[in-house]
């Protein structure tokens, strides 16, 4: 397998359009692209800087996953992630400012 199909939930999808449409956020559409890919070729590749979030872990009994669009910027965003629902799927949650 070459990578991950990226399935989004509604949720997600409607924050990412809320970036891509948005013209004062090219930066961070550009930034969110590049994460996106790293994602769906490996989730844990060193720029994501993927980590468990227990507390959702625990919350939805699956585990769940942050990693990071931007870094050293004041509300830096986030992709919540968790593998599934199929083998070579990863499930893209939220795309949010860091919480």
Known sequence: MTG??????KEAERQMQGIIQNPAKI??????????????????????HSHPVEAFDRAY???VF????????????????????KTGQITV???????
């Not at 942050?66 to 629902?85: D, F, M």
């Not at 949650?93 to 919480?99: L, S, T």
């Open 4 to 9: 991950f199909e990226l399935r989004m939930t």
């Open 27 to 48: 930066g961070l559409k550009k930034q969110l692209q590049k994460a996106l890919g790293h994602l769906s070729r490996n989730p844990m590749h060193a720029g994501l």
């Open 61 to 63: 009994q699956v585990k």
């Open 66 to 85: 942050s990693s990071y669009v931007q870094n050293r910027t004041p509300q830096a965003h986030r992709i919540l992630w968790a593998y599934g629902p």
């Open 93 to 99: 949650w939220a795309v949010i400012p860091h919480y």
